[in-house]
């Protein structure tokens, strides 16, 4: 099935930006795009706490958006790729699983605000909170990233830790096919040279499939900050993309892990595709091979 872009718009540069660049995305991978307009993120759907007076409050909301959703219309119209709409309040947990069920295989994608813009820091909230409700595919675009073509050098961020892709980030390999001519593993090292690490990383990301299409180039980069040294190594590889992966982690690692892709969003000159693991398995540490060892 053809890949669906679900692009998070509105008429503000930054949402017309993503939705330029997600329409030259589709052309490229011979897929399709979904406007969808949104007026907040949330947990919970704060109309069904107040029950019946709530669901009234909800439908004259959705009733006023109807001219947004014409406008919304117009712009789809006017696309190079098939394209519609898709128009709710409030995007929940359910909301977001049913369209990425209607849309399969589905990404989502988010313009990139300017920092002075008074939801820069939510961009990154807003990534987070879609891959905690059910682990989804997201790609935040920056401003600065380009569209008059698609990406085709792409930087992939990985650890020795192997990994194994989620469904619906397995159903975006056929879409990194068609785009990506030159792919490089880049592995971070807490400020020391680390050869095997480098080596693990390479091979982590060849057995879980994603660049089965390519033969990747490995770059090693040393930093003490891993965000930093993933733009350092986009900047050396003058990378068109980058991807990083979200892994199932326990809370207080998920929150680690989840800061430093907050910040790749906000600050990565290129676009950012986050795809989600369908598992974490660590490597055995030397005393749990000893301990396995003598039983």
């Known amino acids: 099935m053809a890949l669906t872009l679900i692009v998070f718009s509105g008429f503000y540069e930054p949402a017309r930006h993503a939705i330029r660049y997600a329409e030259i995305l589709a052309q490229a991978v011979h897929g399709r795009v979904v406007l969808l307009h949104v007026n907040r993120v949330s947990l919970v759907d704060p109309y069904e706490l ?37 128009m709710a309040t409030d995007l929940l947990p359910d909301v977001a699983r049913e369209l990425a069920a209607r849309y399969h295989p589905a990404l989502f994608v988010l313009g990139q605000p300017d920092e002075d813009h008074p939801d820069f820091a939510g961009t990154a909230a807003l990534c987070a909170e879609l891959l905690r409700a059910g682990q989804f595919p997201v790609l935040a675009v920056p401003a600065t990233a380009p569209t008059e073509q698609a990406p085709h050098r792409f930087l992939v961020a990985a650890d020795r830790e192997p990994f194994e892709l989620s469904g619906p980030a397995q159903a975006l390999r056929p879409a990194l096919a068609l785009l990506a001519t030159s792919v490089v593993v880049g592995h971070v090292s807490d400020g020391v040279e680390d050869d095997d690490g480098c080596a693990a990383a390479l091979q982590a990301v060849r057995a879980s499939g994603l660049v089965e299409f390519s033969a ?10 891993y965000a930093d040294g993933v733009l350092t190594a986009t900047q050396d590889t003058a990378a068109d993309a980058v991807v990083v992966m979200a892994r199932q982690r326990s809370f207080m690692s998920d929150l680690f892990h989840r800061s430093v892709t907050a910040r790749l969003l906000e600050q990565s000159p290129v676009p950012v595709l986050v795809l989600p693991t369908a598992s974490s398995r660590p490597r055995p540490t030397a005393s749990e091979l000893t301990v396995a060892a003598q039983q």
């Open 50 to 86: 107040v029950g019946a007076v709530g669901r009234e409050y909800h439908r004259q909301e959705l009733e006023g958006q109807t001219d947004t959703a014409a406008a919304l219309q117009q712009l789809a119209q006017a696309l190079r790729v098939p394209a519609t709409v898709e």
């Open 216 to 225: 990747p180039e490995l770059r090693g980069y040393r930093s003490g900050d």
